[in-house]
């Protein structure tokens, strides 16, 4: 019996998967569960729908990242820290700083979690940073730390 699956289950599917079940295995487990619904017309015709809606949805954001990850592209970040006189920091500049002082200085949020910094910065002058806005579209930020 073919079957939509409507939830992940581990070793028989993942969530929105077609798949052919034995009907004991279908009638007495997925369907009383509510794991699973018949992949008839109606229910096969949704399942299109949805997964149409979904690929909708992911392409305007797939969008909206390449738009910011221009506008990334022209901005040059400069965070102020205290430095020792032989250029060292104070403490670092982390993924977390340089997440607020974007938002303080450009209105731009984005999560600490999506800037790509190796370890925090220790040393005065400028440096780029990667920033994961999508899957596949990764943004370029231009960071100066300055000495206050």
């Known amino acids: 019996m073919k079957v939509i699956l409507l939830d992940n289950i581990k070793g028989v599917g993942k969530k929105d998967e077609i798949i052919n079940a034995s009907d004991g295995y279908a009638r007495n487990f997925l369907l009383p569960r509510k794991l699973a619904v018949e992949a008839n017309n109606e229910n096969l015709a949704k399942l299109k729908a949805k997964q149409s809606a979904n690929d909708y949805r992911k392409d305007v954001e797939k969008q909206e990242a390449k ?7 022209g901005i040059l970040l400069k965070v102020r820290v205290k430095a020792g006189e032989n250029g060292k920091i104070f403490g670092g500049v982390t993924a977390k700083e340089i997440s607020d002082e974007l938002k303080n200085q450009y209105k731009i949020e984005i999560d600490k979690k999506k800037i790509d910094l190796k370890e925090t910065v220790k040393t005065l002058g400028s440096l780029s940073v990667n920033i994961k806005l999508y899957e596949g579209v990764i943004g370029v930020l231009k960071v100066e730390v300055i000495s206050q």
Not at 67 to 73: D, H, I, N, R, T
């Open 67 to 73: 738009k910011m990850a221009e506008k990334l592209k």
